[in-house]
């Protein structure tokens, strides 16, 4: 039960002041607080044996009122010293959690729900917080404060009367150990079906629009009804367990009170013991309930604070699966990216991604990359980003160094990297174009805008550059989310722009006017286009087309059209027919590019071209 507080014991140590004085004071108090029965059960006895005078009462009520004052100076410092110290620890395991998502590559996300990761954030962090405040005061208040209790009711009123009225101790002990062991199981299980609560919320919300588009609200709801009926199933079992421990508690505590009053008078009979103890008695017994309460939450906040802890620890223990090597590189700019016999394959993959690949980029180049669905593409380029490890076989150089051994940081700090599905936070269009750059200008916001084809959208919004676009941009179009998606890597001026596929949802004339900007501002920048448009790359200084994860044709516009491969009847295609898919009818149920394990089709009739 006791395992959460050395699971916690780095942060004790380091907040020792802070607890130490809380703890200090406490025990100060569970003295303090035995007085005034005392003092009260004096009085009785001074009156009743009629020696009550002037200077008597003065003195028991002066030393009352010195009590009273005490106690509430040190009630108030504890119950900050306390309090503060638990929010600081909900406060630093929060802040470890954000950074240790930070840290965190794709497979990380890949093993974890969302809805799961924001519960062990919220109600697993608030156990641990309920534990390391209010379980230190059951602690302290159900060993230390009964202690002192018991003793001074020993010593004032008999260890016969005291002895007698402790019976009921062991039965409480065995059923708070029972009670609390049932209640670790199902709070587990309850935080599971949270986690799942919280991903079935997350996942309509995101697709509303799908939902609404389908007429699956019903559908939804059904679906929603079936996960809180589980959380409601499962919150209960807990509840049900919650509801036994204070009873429980308060029935052996009324046991213990009934035989201390039924044995007391009876020695007050016997002249064994005056009204005034007996009363001081009673007044403790009374006192007693609330640490054998405190015995029963502490149980129950230990338990779930264990339970929580452990979730939380199971997620900061994941190792990011890429990480800088030792002594890894700094790099100022990007003059070259060379793949060398490169094969990749995705941890949860049973085939290679990419194979036998062999590419030089040179500084000021633009390369385009095509080919049809499921071919590689965005592996090839997400390379680059180190969002999993490197590939088993070749290398992949930067600037004549293995990518493995260039910082990760700066190597970001380089490239800006815009996907096909960008990501648009729930603030204003300036907010996320400057999502990067916070010290931008309104000038560099529009400026960017502009080059990402955004301007004439501008005067249509609401409140211009201040209009609000929703939870992941759901305000706006497609086109609208991947033109300021651009605009937010345009305003860095990157060494390398990775565009994949980033312009799918705009027409073709938008685009191409947008690559022609593009064109002109990045002369001496190196820039790599994904797209399922062969126009879009007909300008690139080189164009590879990928088949099954290898480069299958090499070359120039000129070059590629001269061969008469895929390329060319693909280029030749969609000019003919206008807007066109980059991939013939039987495509059109290929699974994702790039998805671990996903079957690739191949090209036909493609030949391949030299690759420099």
């Known amino acids: 039960m006791f395992q959460v507080l050395w699971k916690l014991r780095h942060f004790f140590w380091e907040e020792r002041k802070r607890y130490g004085i809380a703890v200090g004071l406490l025990l100060f108090l569970n003295v303090i607080d035995v007085i005034p029965p005392y003092l009260v059960g004096r009085s009785i006895d001074l009156m009743s044996q009629h020696g009550m005078t002037l200077r008597a009462l003065a003195e028991l009520v002066g030393a009352l009122l010195l009590t009273i004052v005490v106690s509430y100076v040190c009630g108030v410092t504890w119950q900050y010293q306390l309090y503060s110290g638990a929010r600081t620890l909900e406060l630093s395991l929060r802040r470890r959690l954000m950074e240790h998502f930070l840290k965190m590559t794709p497979r990380f996300f890949?093993?974890?729900?969302?809805?799961?990761?924001?519960?062990?954030?919220?109600?697993?962090?608030?156990?641990?917080?309920?534990?390391?405040?209010?379980?230190?005061?059951?602690?302290?208040?159900?060993?230390?404060?009964?202690?002192?209790?018991?003793?001074?009711?020993?010593?004032?009123?008999?260890?016969?009367?005291?002895?007698?009225?402790?019976?009921?101790?062991?039965?409480?002990?065995?059923?708070?150990?029972?009670?609390?062991?049932?209640?670790?199981?199902?709070?587990?299980?309850?935080?599971?079906?949270?986690?799942?609560?919280?991903?079935?919320?997350?996942?309509?919300?995101?697709?509303?629009?799908?939902?609404?588009?389908?007429?699956?609200?019903?559908?939804?709801?059904?679906?929603?009804?079936?996960?809180?009926?589980?959380?409601?199933?499962?919150?209960?079992a807990v509840a049900k367990i919650d509801a036994l421990f204070d009873?429980?508690?308060?029935?052996?505590?009324?046991?213990?009170?009934?035989?201390?009053?039924?044995?007391?008078?009876?020695?007050?009979?016997?002249?064994?013991?005056?009204?005034?103890?007996?009363?001081?008695?009673?007044?403790?017994?009374?006192?007693?309930?609330?640490?054998?309460?405190?015995?029963?939450?502490?149980?129950?906040?230990?338990?779930?604070?264990?339970?929580?802890?452990?979730?939380?620890?199971?997620?900061?223990?994941?190792?990011?699966?890429?990480?800088?090597?030792?002594?890894?590189?700094?790099?100022?700019?990007?003059?070259?990216?060379?793949?060398?016999?490169?094969?990749?394959?995705?941890?949860?993959?049973?085939?290679?991604?990419?194979?036998?690949?062999?590419?030089?980029?040179?500084?000021?180049?633009?390369?385009?990359?095509?080919?049809?669905?499921?071919?590689?593409?965005?592996?090839?380029?997400?390379?680059?980003?180190?969002?999993?490890?490197?590939?088993?076989?070749?290398?992949?150089?930067?600037?004549?160094?293995?990518?493995q051994d260039v910082r990760i940081d700066a190597l970001h700090r380089l490239i800006g990297y815009v996907p096909q599905n960008p990501m648009l936070f729930s603030r204003s269009v300036r907010d996320n174009v400057r999502f990067a750059k916070h010290d931008a200008t309104d000038e560099e916001v529009v400026r960017a805008l502009h080059l990402a084809g955004f301007a004439e959208d501008i005067p249509r919004l609401p409140d211009g550059l201040d209009t609000l676009v929703g939870e992941r941009g759901i305000s706006l179009s497609g086109g609208q989310k991947?033109?300021?998606?651009?605009?937010?890597?345009?305003?860095?001026?990157?060494?390398?722009?990775?565009?994949?596929?980033?312009?799918?949802?705009?027409?073709?004339?938008?685009?191409?006017?947008?690559?022609?900007?593009?064109?002109?501002?990045?002369?001496?920048?190196?820039?790599?286009?994904?797209?399922?448009?062969?126009?879009a790359v007909q300008h690139a200084d080189y164009i590879v087309v990928l088949d099954d994860g290898r480069i299958a044709e090499a070359g120039t516009f000129q070059d590629l059209m001269r061969l008469g491969g895929w390329y060319a009847k693909q280029y030749l295609h969609q000019q003919a027919f206008g807007e066109a898919s980059d991939d013939l009818a039987e495509d059109a149920e290929a699974p994702e590019e790039g998805a671990p394990g996903a079957a690739q089709p191949s090209l036909t009739g493609a030949d391949r071209g030299d690759v420099r």
């Open 247 to 403: 009873p429980t508690i308060s029935l052996l505590v009324g046991v213990t009170y009934l035989i201390g009053l039924g044995y007391g008078t009876y020695l007050v009979f016997q002249s064994q013991l005056t009204v005034g103890q007996l009363t001081s008695f009673n007044v403790y017994l009374g006192m007693l309930i609330w640490p054998m309460l405190a015995f029963g939450q502490l149980i129950n906040i230990m338990q779930r604070g264990n339970a929580s802890l452990d979730r939380v620890n199971e997620t900061l223990a994941y190792e990011p699966d890429v990480v800088d090597a030792d002594g890894a590189a700094e790099v100022a700019r990007i003059d070259e990216i060379r793949f060398e016999g490169y094969s990749f394959r995705y941890p949860s993959s049973e085939r290679d991604n990419l194979v036998d690949i062999d590419l030089v980029i040179r500084r000021g180049q633009t390369l385009g990359i095509v080919g049809r669905t499921g071919s590689g593409k965005s592996t090839l380029v997400k390379q680059l980003l180190r969002e999993y490890p490197v590939g088993h076989r070749g290398r992949l150089l930067v600037n004549g160094l293995p990518i």
């Open 110 to 236: 890949e093993q974890n729900r969302t809805g799961d990761l924001m519960a062990r954030s919220t109600n697993d962090l608030n156990a641990v917080m309920q534990t390391a405040g209010f379980g230190i005061l059951t602690l302290i208040d159900s060993t230390t404060y009964s202690t002192t209790i018991l003793v001074t009711m020993a010593v004032l009123d008999g260890w016969k009367l005291t002895l007698f009225s402790l019976v009921p101790m062991p039965f409480i002990a065995l059923a708070m150990t029972k009670f609390g062991q049932i209640l670790h199981d199902r709070f587990e299980r309850a935080q599971d079906a949270f986690g799942d609560m919280n991903d079935r919320v997350l996942e309509t919300v995101a697709g509303i629009r799908v939902v609404r588009a389908y007429a699956q609200e019903q559908n939804e709801e059904r679906r929603f009804a079936e996960t809180m009926a589980d959380v409601y199933r499962k919150n209960i």
């Open 482 to 535: 991947q033109r300021i998606a651009l605009a937010r890597a345009l305003i860095l001026d990157p060494d390398l722009l990775i565009l994949d596929d980033a312009m799918s949802a705009v027409d073709a004339r938008t685009e191409a006017h947008i690559l022609r900007s593009i064109r002109r501002v990045r002369q001496g920048r190196t820039t790599l286009i994904v797209s399922h448009r062969m126009s």
